[in-house]
T-cell receptor, first 113, second 112 residues
Framework: GQQLNQSPQSMFIQEGEDVSMNCTSS?????WLWYKQDPGEGPVLLIA?????ELTSNGRLTAQFGITRKDSFLNISASIPSDVGIYFC?????????????FGKGTKLSVKP | NAGVTQTPKFQVLKTGQSMTLQCAQD?????MYWYRQDPGMGLRLIYY???????DKGEVPNGYNVSRLNKREFSLRLESAAPSQTSVYFC???????????FGPGTRLLVL
């Protein structure tokens, strides 16, 4: 089946640093989504991308939908302790009516205060 | 506005027992989904319901059944629980089958 390769798997950063993570796939996606999951909670949508080349910001977060439609990245600027959590990318396949999302395995972010 | 709610939050079962996980959404969404999350595996789709009255298998449907009771509610049933079904289960909903999905808080299930 389709797979998303999300990297890095985990990262430790100093508070105030910028963070980058990305997802790549061999499949073409219609939509890219980025979610954050806090411990013991469900994933919460951060950013949704609907067009190739689209660059969207949400506060300190910026995400881009790759031109080839096979990749996406998420940047977090000036990280703070509450950025800790697991970040998931998810791609929605072209065509089909079921709206299935394919999830990456997550990037675990830890921040040193 | 509660969004997506799930019950129970935690459950411990013995192998062979059955149970039903409940999910409800108050956003008037047409589509609903059940995922399981295992360490290092991300989220995998079990079943989904594109609209009221329809259900379809996802990536990992074996050992599960679902019921779309009405537009608001979508339940997941384990008829005979197995240790391999120990996981965290998430329900999600979207306005349409191709729409952005919003997740509930999850049900943590341990099968002994």
């Amino acid at each position: 089946g389709q797979q998303l390769n999300q990297s890095p798997q985990s990262m430790f950063i100093q508070e105030g640093e910028d963070v980058s993570m990305n997802c790549t796939s061999s499949s073409i996606f219609n939509t890219w989504l980025w979610y954050k999951q806090d411990p013991g909670e469900g994933p919460v949508l951060l950013i949704a991308l609907y067009k190739a080349g689209e660059l969207t910001s949400n506060g300190r977060l910026t995400a881009q939908f790759g031109i080839t439609r096979k990749d996406s990245f998420l940047n977090i600027s000036a990280s703070i302790p509450s950025d800790v959590g697991i970040y998931f990318c998810a791609g929605q396949l072209s065509g089909g009516s079921q709206g299935n999302l394919i999830f990456g395995k997550g990037t675990k972010l830890s921040v040193k205060p | 506005n509660a969004g997506v709610t799930q019950t129970p939050k935690f459950q411990v079962l013995k192998t062979g027992q059955s149970m039903t996980l409940q999910c409800a959404q108050d956003m008037n969404h047409n589509s609903m989904y059940w995922y399981r999350q295992d360490p290092g595996m991300g989220l995998r789709l079990i079943y989904y319901s594109a609209s009221e009255g329809t259900t379809d298998k996802g990536e990992v449907p074996n050992g599960y059944n679902v019921s779309r009771l009405n537009k608001r509610e979508f339940s997941l049933r384990l008829e005979s629980a197995a240790p391999s079904q120990t996981s965290v289960y998430f329900c999600a909903s979207s306005g349409t089958a191709g729409g952005t999905q919003y997740f509930g808080p999850g049900t943590r299930l341990l099968v002994l």
